[in-house]
């Protein structure tokens, strides 16, 4: 009989995958000490079968949770059916889904790629080619400071974040950094050279901060008078997160940009990136300019397809969750004098500390929950779209419990 416990099984598996990537990986990740093997639901398991309720979703990805059936099945029957077929051919599911990603944007036509920070290069492309076709000296790309837009060069060159572009110096010519919500400080900086103005209507890694509608409407009013294309990075903040499909549809009227990109939900774990333009941005780019051998694969369609259909029905759901989630942070405020503030988007939270968060990160997940701190202080939460009241009550049951803790602790 072997007496060796679950507990030591766990710790021996995690040991031998620790050893494996530290001696092969690039050591460009600081890790959890958890290794995840399978979800359902709101719940994810780690290699022992520890159950964690998941509110940071693989950093925004699986809005429905794991597991979820319908999209279980379609990514089953697609996989016997056809995974690749390049973009040399006509696709079965690139134009239904991109005719439906016009109908709930408001913009025209979609490229399709495989992430984030591909979006983004794809969508600096049109800016620059769409200012080279007016004048050689138009291609200066204004962006926000705290911004973050992808890890690629061009996405990193216009990342409002010193920590993150310094090591990779010089990096794209003609980047451009105001400060958030200062609408003095983007007249003053935006001109004929401007090609694009780049904005995330709520920054995500930056903290979870929004951007006033005052000053959205500014960036559009400036981009349509210098003729240089608006972008909005949805890529954290849309596709469902706010109870709005897209953030920019949060303001009355909206504030239609002529680029929006999106990634991380929009199929759930399969990797798909978007770059949605209206026309205007969208004849920069004639054939042969840009491609993507992976983007918009028959898999990655296909299930944001059928996620998009259940997204419909959610939308209401994930604003009344949002807001129940926020009622119950605020009761926990009321306790612990180092919650400064709390930001509440939709599903989209953050919750401001005047406390290092990584402890209480580590403590929550030794409880049994899932979430991630940025900035040192900002405890980030972006539970899944199926989210339940019950489901929230134990995550702020499991966060009081874990704060109650921090709170005893001498101050470091
Ligand atoms: C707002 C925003 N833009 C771009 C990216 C980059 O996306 P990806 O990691 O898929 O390249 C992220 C990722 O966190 C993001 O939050």
């Not at 439906?100 to 944007?105: C, D, V």
């Not at 709390?342 to 997940?365: F, N, T, W, Y």
């Not at 972006?382 to 709170?407: G, M, S």
Request: proline content about 5%.
């Amino acid at each position: 009989m072997s007496t060796v416990s679950p507990a030591q099984q766990e710790a021996s598996v995690l040991d031998r995958l620790r050893a494996l990537e530290s001696e092969f990986l690039l050591q460009n990740y600081a890790r959890y000490p958890i290794a995840i093997h399978r979800g359902k639901g709101c719940y994810a398991y780690d290699t022992a079968g520890k159950r964690y309720l998941d509110f940071i979703t693989g950093i925004g990805v699986n809005a429905l949770g794991h597991a979820h059936p319908r999209l279980v099945r379609a990514i089953r029957e697609q996989a016997a059916l056809l995974l690749h077929s390049s973009n040399l051919y006509y696709s079965e599911f690139q134009g239904p889904l991109a005719e439906r990603l016009a109908k709930i944007s408001g913009l025209q036509r979609t490229f399709f790629c495989n992430s984030g920070a591909e979006s983004m290069e794809g969508a600096m492309k049109m800016i620059r080619a769409h200012g080279r076709k007016i004048h050689p000296e138009k291609y200066e790309i204004i962006s926000l400071h705290n911004s973050f837009h992808g890890r690629t060069f061009g996405a990193l060159s216009i990342t409002g974040q010193e920590k993150y572009r310094k090591d990779f110096e010089p990096l794209l010519a003609g980047a451009k950094f105001v400060p958030p919500n200062d609408v003095a400080a983007l007249e003053q900086a935006v001109s004929e050279r401007t090609a694009g103005i780049v904005i995330e209507w709520i920054q995500g890694e930056g903290g979870i901060y929004p951007m006033s509608v005052e000053y959205a409407r500014k960036a559009r009013e400036l981009a349509t008078r210098y003729d240089a294309l608006l972008v909005f990075d949805e890529i954290q903040c849309g596709v469902g997160r706010t109870g709005k499909y897209f953030a920019y549809q949060l303001a009355d009227p909206v504030v239609l940009p002529d680029i929006m990109v999106a990634a991380k939900p929009l199929a759930c774990g399969i990797p798909l990136g978007v770059v949605v333009a209206n026309e205007r941005a969208a004849e920069s780019i004639a054939a042969g300019m840009h491609g993507s051998t992976f983007g918009g694969g028959p898999l990655a369609c296909r299930v944001a397809i059928e996620f998009l259909d259940i997204l419909e029905g959610l939308l209401p759901q994930i604003e009344k969750s949002g807001a129940y989630f926020r009622m119950k942070l605020e009761e926990l405020q009321k306790r612990y004098s180092f919650i400064q503030e709390i930001r509440c988007h939709g599903l989209m939270v953050g919750v401001e500390l005047s406390v290092p968060g990584k402890q209480i990160v580590l403590d929550a997940m030794q409880q049994g929950l899932l979430l991630n701190c940025t900035h040192e202080t900002v405890l980030r939460f972006l539970p899944p779209y199926i989210v339940t009241q019950p489901e929230i009550d134990r995550a702020v049951r499991i966060l009081n419990r874990v704060l109650k803790t921090a709170k005893s602790k001498p101050a470091a």
